[in-house]
């Protein structure tokens, strides 16, 4: 009937389990990249967990495998499918606050795909699809990172660097993300200053603090030793959650108690009181060379020449993935927050 609309019913469990399955996912990574990396951590695995989970799609046998333990997939693939669709399009911006994210798959020329494959992910990561020249990696690059800028609003920028390009790329997806909220409580910029933050016990040094006394969402949890409070953005859709260990070399201890079922526990346990909140303003950005990381997580098939990725092409030649990286980049003020990143997963023939 022309101009009815067609509502789609999303099984629970398909929500519940692909959202899980991304918690579980993002401690699983940040643990590896606490050991990996020191300094701030900035990273976006969601953002990380779409790419992969493109791939996991086109994949067969034990790379399928492989992906599908490293990101917690979902066991019923129908379930994962609905799961990822139900939340990237829940993915909406509203008046005062901006929520995107985007995919697209970028092709080499004449390159073939399987039909059922670009469908797939046309329709459950809503990705948009482009062929290049690879061979012409300069003028590639730039077309990707360009895509890149206009989806993070100029936040991300050379995602793509030309020599992870050449004659054998066959496949780019890429994954871009990009937020930004103002507090439901804004910080008075007369407040801020200029103090002193803890690194650790021994290191220090002088940031904007700003600060504010309201009503939050906090809690004091003495089996993590540190205290959880909730900043929302207007409107309460989101939030920001910030851990503090109370001691000031107690990070290590934080991060090694803290589970996704721990955090989501405390997180149910948080109460409104009074707070006099001071945290730094700051922005910061990252780059993250993923394959070692993803490697360690046990995805090591998919870099392999014994990777199977028959879903997506018939080219008797094969695919492996060359390369993994992302951009990542936040800023915390007294309006609100903005942050972005970028996930670039590169393909290449097999040799």
């Known amino acids: 009937m022309s101009g009815a609309q067609q509502t789609v019913t999303v099984d629970p469990r398909a929500v519940q389990e692909t959202v899980k399955g991304n918690i579980d996912f993002t401690f699983s990574l940040y643990k590896i ?5 020191s300094g701030n951590i900035i990273v976006s695995p ?3 967990e779409v790419v992969l989970a493109m791939a996991y799609f086109g994949a067969r046998g034990e790379t399928a495998e492989q992906i599908a333990t490293g990101i917690s997939l979902p066991a019923e693939q129908n379930l994962a499918l609905d799961g990822f669709r139900h939340l990237l399009s829940s993915f909406k911006s509203t008046s005062n606050l901006t929520l995107e994210i985007a995919n697209k798959v ?24 482009q062929a290049l020249n690879f061979a012409d990696n300069v003028v590639s ?49 007369e407040m801020t200053t200029t103090e002193p933050f ?20 906090y809690s004091e949890v003495d089996e993590l030793e540190a205290q959880v409070l909730e900043l929302p953005y207007e409107e309460r859709q989101v939030s920001m959650v910030i851990l503090l260990p109370n ?12 589970t996704s079922e721990k955090l989501t526990e405390v997180l149910s346990q948080l109460h409104s009181t009074e707070v006099n909140v001071s945290i730094p303003r700051f922005k910061l950005e990252d780059t993250i060379d993923l394959n070692s990381v993803l490697q360690e997580m046990g995805m090591n098939n998919m870099f392999e020449d ?9 080219d008797a030649a094969g695919l492996k993935v060359s390369q993994v990286v992302q951009k990542a980049f936040i800023e915390v003020n007294e309006e609100g927050s903005e942050a972005a990143a970028a996930t670039g997963e590169c393909w290449e023939k097999l040799s």
């Open 33 to 37: 990249l606490a050991k990996a990396k």
């Open 46 to 48: 969601m953002s990380l």
């Open 106 to 129: 970028f092709t080499q020329q004449n390159y073939v795909i399987k039909e059922d494959f670009q469908a797939l992910v046309k329709k459950s990561f809503l990705s948009e699809a």
């Open 141 to 189: 690059a730039g077309v990707i990172n360009q895509w890149v800028e206009e989806k993070t609003k100029n936040k991300i920028k050379d995602l793509i660097s030309p020599d992870m390009l050449d004659s054998l790329t066959r496949l780019v997806m890429v994954n871009a993300v990009y937020f930004k909220g103002n507090w439901q409580d804004q910080f008075k910029p």
């Open 198 to 217: 803890y690194v650790s016990a021994e290191v220090k040094k002088d940031v904007r603090m700003m600060h504010l006394k309201k009503h939050f969402r």
């Open 247 to 258: 001691d000031r070399n107690g990070l290590p201890n934080l991060e090694a108690k803290l």
């Open 306 to 314: 014994s990777a199977d990725f028959s879903g997506i092409t018939d």
